[in-house]
């Protein structure tokens, strides 16, 4: 039960954020965004679950904008696509591909999914007690150098 708790709660944090954000960024977002926005945050929280810490961050970070855009394609495919809603359309986007994802936005998304990783991480941490968020910086050849987040 504390398991499901805390995966609705975290879930419920990214679908927020990823409101907030479309809200900063664009003006306005749509209902189903709280759905994406969380599976994604749920889906970066569980890459330093997966895959071992000393990963370098800027490999997480590559990961995560995949996942992200992954999720944002079949989405839009979804959404915007299937059941016509027109909730976003990157038509007019260089690169896009089937105005569902584009370039441009994938490099936002390496933003966000840093953003997310590090954030999720502290919140385990912080509220339930699991191991405290240390990333590998990717800087030096030595993959055993760890940089402590200082909390």
Known sequence: ?????????????????????ELFYRGWTHWTMFFLGGLCFIALGAINEVIPWAMPLWQQMLIGAGIITGLEFATGCIVNLWL???VWDYSGIPGNILGQVCPKFFGLWLLAALAGIILDDCLRYWWWDEEQPHYNLG???QSSKIVWLPI
């Open 139 to 141: 800087l030096t050849r």
């Open 84 to 86: 016509g809603w027109g």
């Open 1 to 21: 039960m504390r398991q499901y708790l805390k995966l609705m709660f975290l879930f419920a944090a990214g679908g927020l954020l990823y409101n907030l954000l």
